[in-house]
């Protein structure tokens, strides 16, 4: 075999393993991109505030759903809104979250998870402006798990919450403008009911008025939260 057909079949050959390893590796790629669980809608129309709302959708104890569509697109959402006021709603007693819930199984098997809330913030100072960037929000997942209680020899089943994941979001992170992305990474062992919480820091439930210190004309929004699987990359081999 002459020296040129050498090179040339080596050449085919590298080129060959080179292109099955990219093949691999963008089939590998699209394989471990986060995989969507479920959305839930913050402003759905299941609970829309009305006292009997119901566990399987997002629920709320403080603020107003925004329904109106021409309202609800301008803000760049498709779907109805739910926005923060100190306005109790919903089941009683009022709890300290403006939106909670929904008390549901989502995972099938154990592994790395991510819950993604979609918030707005409107009326804020330019970012550079704001001196004071205090705590408006927090948002947690929690898993609730049933324990066993004997109060005088009688046996009771009560919840005990485990929060996996949580955040705080200040003043500069909604002046930014626009719906803002926050996501919550977290391990999940696929047992118990998990919720989604924001809690706002307004001066209700002992927490301090932190927001109505930037104003009158502030106002934030909730679009949704989606729950994604966080699939593990691993390198092909050739």
């Not at 050498?6 to 099955?20: K, R």
């Not at 301008?74 to 100190?86: I, M, Y």
Request: glycine share 10%.
């Amino acid at each position: 075999m002459s020296f040129e057909a050498s090179l040339g079949s080596a050449v085919g050959g590298f080129l060959g393993v080179t292109l099955f390893f990219l093949v691999r590796l963008w089939i590998e790629v699209r394989r471990s991109s986060p995989e969507e669980i479920q959305t839930y809608i913050c402003g759905n129309a299941q609970n829309k505030g009305q006292e009997d709302e119901c566990e399987g959708e997002l629920m709320h104890h403080h603020g107003k759903r925004l329904s109106d569509k021409n309202e609800y697109i301008e803000l760049g959402a498709s779907n109805p809104l739910w926005e923060w006021t100190r306005d109790t709603c919903g089941r009683k007693p009022t709890g300290a979250s403006v939106i909670y819930g929904p008390y549901s199984t989502d995972f099938s098997e154990p592994g790395m998870y991510s819950a993604t809330f979609f918030i707005r913030g409107i009326g804020f100072s330019k970012p550079d402006e704001i001196i004071d960037d205090l705590i408006l929000l927090e948002v947690d997942v929690s898993k609730m798990m049933p324990q066993y209680s004997t109060d005088q020899g009688k046996l009771e089943i009560i919840g005990a919450q485990y929060k996996m994941a949580r955040q705080f979001i200040r003043a500069k992170h909604l002046a930014k403008g626009g719906w803002l992305e926050f996501e919550l990474s977290f391990w999940s062992d696929a047992q118990g009911v998990w919720e989604y919480r924001i809690v706002a820091y307004d001066g209700l439930d002992n927490k301090p008025d932190n927001i109505g210190k930037y104003g009158a004309n502030v106002r934030i929004l909730f679009d949704k939260v989606v729950v994604r699987k966080i699939n593990k990359f691993k390198l092909p081999w050739v």
